[in-house]
């Protein structure tokens, strides 16, 4: 698995951004985001369970995420239809706030490797990627196991100090 210090690869993907057919589809590259840190979860499959959850709190987030001068992006290993198809279903995810990437061939997922080997899905894996393209931070549960999205954005602040920060150091606090 690729891990921090490492250079996050380059990739360009269909993204679901909208449940309006007529604009739901486009295409997202690394390079869209020049100048901006990234935020990228993988989740294993949709119509699942604990996906929903994570990725309603991500959203839920966004803006704070954005406030950072982060792009948050999640992706899994189903087509752009299917994305379509659950945003559509499910309540929570019907104004998504980021894109979501559709890894069909498993390209990112296999480059940064965390495909799970017994059921061939993205592992849930949550990268935080500098402006520089650097991988930062790397979080990976367990297929059935939620994140939490507040502590992905606590180390993101901790991590745009450029200082040593504590244990559960949050946005404001003393740096060491």
Not at 98 to 103: A, I, Q, T, V, W
Not at 115 to 135: M, T, Y
Not at 146 to 152: F, Q
Request: with cysteine; proline share 5%; charged share 25%.
């Amino acid at each position: 698995m690729i891990g921090v210090g490492d250079k996050f690869p380059e990739f360009s993907m269909t993204a679901t951004v909208s449940t309006d057919m007529a604009s739901a589809f486009k295409t997202v590259s690394d390079k869209d985001y020049p100048g901006k840190w990234l935020v990228v979860f993988f989740y294993p499959k949709d119509f699942t369970f604990v996906c929903p959850t994570e990725i309603a709190g991500f959203s839920a987030l966004n803006d704070k995420f954005v406030a950072r001068n982060a792009q948050v992006l999640t992706a899994s290993v189903d087509n752009e239809y299917v994305h379509l198809a659950w945003m559509k279903d499910k309540k929570e995810l019907n104004n998504l706030a980021f894109p979501m990437l559709s890894d069909l061939k498993r390209e990112l997922s296999g480059a940064l490797g965390i495909i799970d080997r017994q059921e061939g899905v993205s592992q849930r894996a949550a990268f935080i990627v500098d402006p520089n393209r650097i991988v930062r931070f790397v979080y990976v549960t367990d297929l059935g196991v939620g994140r939490n999205p507040t502590e992905v954005l606590r180390v993101l602040d901790a991590l745009q100090t450029g200082e040593l920060t504590p244990c559960a150091w949050q946005k404001g606090e003393a740096t060491l």
